[in-house]
């Protein structure tokens, strides 16, 4: 590929000119998703709620066909939107995606991971223009056994605290959706619906104000010249760019959308071994970047529990898909906290930048996604 990136013909050209729905448009991943399949020439609408003072999707005067602000726990809203939108496909990622906040919030993180989710699936079931759905979910839907090795696809569903759980749940309600009605054996006959669900654990990465959340947590005190207190610093997590999981769920959609049934299953996208590092690591690695952030550890016996040890096995999605992360965790460090530092020292927003960067370094690495075909 040539200096220049050609955005369209990205994913054997497959979203230019698709409708898409997106739901979780206004959040993390979903701004960042919105924004690139907008490059390539998708239609893109949006559902979700809007519950952040600021969000990236604002800072980048978003480019989407359609903002539905809306709750994925009311059905009628939510079909009646995709009657109007008539998608060929969903990428669902609205969640309450926190674990702290399940603990205080159990009920309402089960009735949006679970029961909004069932919502998004009947909604789908109901629209006949949708041919293809990407289900987001987390690496923590696996039953985590605190264990040295990477949690597999068929490994089973589980969840200590009440987010986890969710997440493992809203597995089992598609997985009995795809059974009992986008069944593979019907494809084609009966219906016309490839459903894959996407497991891939800490996402980092500019534009991200969530709530209780370490990068956020470090930058919003940092330009206010504070300490960030942290609670888990011996926490190991697989950390990765944002543009890395989505580079996996559009491969997804791609392959779905060319009515590759195989595809139609569980996929995790995690980063490479080495970049399981603990929150501590993450933080010092930081400060390189960005001498300011400062931080203290402040660990508090009546913590709820949180997981230590979690990572997952990615053969499936190097060795079928061909998918591979990009940016290693140094990498992924700098341009997070670049972004952030632009941000508050110069007010610029550098997604546009970071995802340049991100698609040429995966052309060179020849990745099957930036190929022309
Ligand atoms: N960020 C991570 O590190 C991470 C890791 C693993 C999995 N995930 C999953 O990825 C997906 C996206 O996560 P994110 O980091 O962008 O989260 P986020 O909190 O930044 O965004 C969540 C989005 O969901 C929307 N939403 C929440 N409740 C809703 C409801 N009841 N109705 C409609 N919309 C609702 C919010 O408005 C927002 O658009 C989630 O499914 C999350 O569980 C995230």
Redo the contacts with the bound molecule.
Sequence with gaps: MENVVNFEQLFGGIYRNKTILL??????????LAYWLTKMGAKVY???????EL?HLQLLNNTLEHSE??????LKH?TDYFQKVQPEIVF???????VRPSYTHPV?TF???VI?TANVLEACRLTNSVRAIVN?????CYDNREWIWGYRETDPMGGYDP?SAS?GA?ELVASSYRNSFFNLKEYGKKHKVLLASA??????GGG???ID?LIPDMVKATAQNETVQIRNPKATRPWQH?LE?LSGYLTLGWKLLNNQIEYADGWNFGPEIKSNVTVGEVLEESQKYWKDIKFNIQTNPDEHHEAHLLMLDCSKANKIMKWKGVWEFEKTIEKTVNWYKIYYQNKQINTEQDLNDYVKDAAQAQLIWTQQI
């Design positions: 739901t979780g448009h206004t959040g993390f991943k979903g701004s960042w949006g559902y979700a709620l809007d519950n952040n969000h602000i809306g709750d994925i726990r009311d939510l669902h990622l609205a969640a309450q995606a926190l309402d009735s949006t991971n909004g987001v979910t987390s690496d923590k987010y997440k809203a497991r891939a654990g800490n996402v980092i991200d104000w969530g959340r944002v999981p």
